[in-house]
């Protein structure tokens, strides 16, 4: 969007011979001012637009050798690229990117920007979905594991959680935990399993055995 700096006592003459003002204006994005007609600054805030020419100019050549850039790079080679070792679980059963990203990264990043940061990875919020503005965002890394296709969800304690999540809740291994699972044991089956075996006991089980057994003996008192 554009901050109107001063109106400019020069005009802009149409073919019509109409005449149009002419201002100076700054970018609200990278500051960059510049002289445009007044009617195209209106327009332009009216529309709501983050970035000016100037803004994206800078966007395609300055930022090739960014993390940004990496991940959109990395995101339409999984889409678009048969030799891609990620295509069977992108290209390779139907995610494609957007055209105008895949054209573009400055289309990418035009969308994307704004939300950006070093800490978040991109994620699609349809996992069957497209690379696209409205099924995609920034989302921290254990929040993107959860949502994999192939991420294993557990039952435990009345709650459906992935397994990342369930082996941090019950204070054991993931081998001695998912060991149990797939003898075919529920999440609370497989803990109650784990926490009468001798053998592999970590530190934070037998806590959460403790504060397991106070919580009971606080229910029944209560009761």
């Not at 002289?35 to 966007?59: D, F, G, P, T, Y």
């Amino acid at each position: 969007m554009y901050e109107i700096v001063r109106t400019l006592e020069k005009q802009h003459f149409t073919k019509g011979g109409r005449a149009m003002l002419v201002v100076m204006v700054r970018c609200l994005q990278c500051g960059e001012t510049k002289e445009v007609l007044e009617q195209n600054a209106m327009r332009s805030n009216r529309l709501k637009r983050a970035h000016c020419a100037a803004c994206i100019k800078h966007c395609y050549h300055h930022m090739t050798d960014t993390r940004p850039y990496r991940i959109w790079k990395g995101a339409r080679e999984r889409c678009e690229n048969p030799k891609s070792s990620d295509w069977q679980h992108y290209g390779g059963r139907g995610i494609r990117m957007c055209p105008a990203w895949s054209k573009s990264f400055a289309a990418f990043w035009h969308d994307m920007g704004l939300s950006y940061s070093d800490d978040l990875t991109i994620e699609r919020i349809d996992v069957n979905g497209h690379y696209s503005p409205d099924n995609c965002r920034w989302a921290p890394n254990m929040e993107q594991q959860a949502n994999k296709r192939n991420n294993r969800v557990v039952s435990y304690q009345g709650e459906t959680m992935h397994l990342a999540e369930f082996v941090r809740r019950a204070g054991f291994s993931k081998t001695m935990l998912t060991k149990r699972l797939n003898r075919g044991m529920t999440g609370d089956a497989a803990v109650e399993s784990a926490l009468r075996s001798a053998y592999d006991k970590s530190r934070n089980a037998r806590r959460w055995r403790m504060s397991t057994t106070w919580s009971h003996v606080a229910r029944a008192i209560n009761s």
